[in-house]
């Protein structure tokens, strides 16, 4: 005789304490669970639509400077210190936790062209239009006035300043750059190619011997820092305003150019960019990678910020406000939550990356069910109904109309191209890709 007895672990079905959730035993056998994908794509669609509701990226605005934000700059060892630089001369070390600015400076006559901080985090630079470098202590001192560490004068304007990642050297630029030796009052060497003034200057935080500058005949000059001469150059159609090397991968950098685009160039290759970014619809004036190297943030002349993934053409995220003009400066901080602008109305705004992300500490069950959400979306994030609520935004009449207006540019300009393709000689008229039609040269 057989006999079938229930046999039941307690462990598996019975909570430890009264506080604990009841468990529920799941039979994850597909041929039970028919309605499994539509219901999975209600909840996607209801992800993305509250994503879409709580998407409030503003957090507030650093107001205090007289005139427009020029520069600024992370603090290497502190999240919550940041430096600016404005139009009239002033520097400001700004308090990000309390919102204030605990420092002002009146360290430049003129524009402040240039702010960076040393590797250690204990001092930091400026230059300016009175052809000067000066070095502050980043503390502020206990009484008397504010005097600069060290002071040194100049033949030229310096228009840009990077401090080398690992040792006491900084790189300046102007009519060309120059390499200096905190130590030192004349530059250990200067570094040349061509005649025209150089507008930003920026150390490779990986291989750091090497350095990017871009110039306003519209090159983008690689120099290795060893040989104490140029790599190579790239010539582009229209003038580069800065440049930014990607944190990750040690041969990318992203250049914003004056023709509304960003160029992501791979350095051993320069004769097409790994991919061209387009979304502004006016000069991009700036550029700054997150810490994970896989996003970066522009800040353009079309008075609005975007965040775009690396490896994607078009921009994911779009930030603007009514009050905000020209964007002239942009920061993505070290802990890859926060994004600060500086414009030119005076202001410093502070954004989140991650425009729906809810601050503070998530107790368990937020974090699982955001991370689920996460994948749901990510699986169904090619349906055209999730598609279209995911990529919506909400854009400025001005910009809204000139993007509108690019596109019929753009396509009459393809319709040219094709009509004089069809009515010319077979192979006469070649194609060129989208990468190499903005590349002019490359001199090694």
Same mark, same amino acid.
């Given at each position: 005789m057989r006999v079938k007895v229930l046999s039941r672990n307690p462990d598996d079905y019975v909570r430890e304490t009264k506080l604990d959730l009841q468990r529920v035993p799941r039979n994850y056998d597909p041929a039970l669970h028919p309605f499994e994908v539509p219901r999975e794509y209600i909840r996607a669609l209801n992800a993305t639509k509250l994503e879409r509701v709580f998407a409030k990226p503003f957090l507030g605005s650093l107001d205090g400077h007289r005139d427009g934000v020029n520069c600024m700059a992370k603090h290497p060892k502190s999240l919550s210190t940041v430096l600016s630089g404005a139009c009239d001369g002033e520097v400001k070390v700004w308090n990000l936790t309390k919102r204030q600015c605990i420092r002002t400076i009146q360290a430049h006559e003129g524009f402040v062209r240039g702010i960076c901080a040393r590797f250690c985090g204990t001092s930091f630079f400026t230059v300016g239009d009175d052809k000067t470098v000066k070095q502050w202590k980043m503390e502020s001192p206990e009484y008397g006035e504010e005097e600069p560490i060290h002071t040194i004068l100049g033949k030229t304007v310096y228009t840009?300043?990077?401090h080398h990642w690992k040792e006491a050297v900084f790189a300046t630029c102007g009519q060309q750059v120059d390499i200096w030796d905190e130590q030192r009052t004349s530059p250990m060497c200067s570094l040349t190619w061509g005649f025209d003034s150089i507008s930003s200057v920026k150390f490779n935080p990986i291989e750091t011997y090497l350095l990017g500058s871009c110039a306003s005949d519209r090159n983008i000059v690689?120099?290795?820092?060893?040989? @104490? *001469?140029?790599?190579?150059?790239?010539? #582009?159609?229209?003038?580069?305003? *800065? #440049?930014?090397?990607?944190?990750?991968?040690?041969?990318?950098? *992203?250049?914003?150019?004056?023709?509304?685009? #960003?160029?992501?160039?791979?350095?051993?290759?320069?004769?097409?960019?790994?991919?061209?970014?387009?979304?502004?619809? @006016?000069?991009?004036?700036?550029?700054?990678?997150? !810490?994970?190297?896989?996003?970066?943030?522009? &800040? @353009?002349?079309?008075?609005?910020?975007?965040?775009f993934p690396v490896d994607k053409g078009r921009s994911r995220e779009v930030y603007h406000t009514k009050r905000m003009q020209h964007v002239i400066t942009v920061k993505w901080t070290s802990d890859n939550k926060y994004i600060l602008c500086g414009s030119d109305e005076m202001n410093i705004r502070l954004w989140k990356a991650n425009a729906s992300e809810k601050l503070g500490v998530l107790a368990p069950?937020?974090?699982? &069910?955001?991370?689920y959400n996460q994948k749901l979306k990510e699986k169904f994030q090619y349906h055209p109904k999730i598609r279209r609520i995911a990529q919506h935004r909400h854009l400025p009449k001005s910009i809204y109309c000139q993007i509108k207006e690019q596109r019929i540019m753009r396509e009459a300009r393809r319709r040219k191209e094709l009509n004089r393709r069809k009515h010319s000689k077979p192979?006469?008229? !070649? #194609?060129? @890709?989208?990468?190499?039609?903005?590349i002019v040269a490359v001199v090694k």
């Open positions: 840009g300043i990077d690689l120099y290795d820092m060893r040989k @104490s *001469t140029p790599l190579k150059k790239v010539i #582009l159609n229209m003038r580069t305003n *800065t #440049l930014c090397w990607n944190p990750m991968e040690a041969f990318i950098f *992203t250049a914003a150019n004056e023709d509304y685009n #960003l160029y992501t160039f791979d350095m051993r290759f320069l004769e097409s960019p790994v991919m061209v970014h387009m979304d502004h619809v @006016s000069a991009v004036l700036d550029v700054d990678y997150s !810490p994970t190297g896989k996003e970066f943030v522009s &800040a @353009s002349f079309d008075k609005s910020i975007r965040i069950r937020e974090k699982a &069910a955001m991370n192979g006469s008229v !070649p #194609l060129v @890709s989208e990468k190499k039609k903005h």
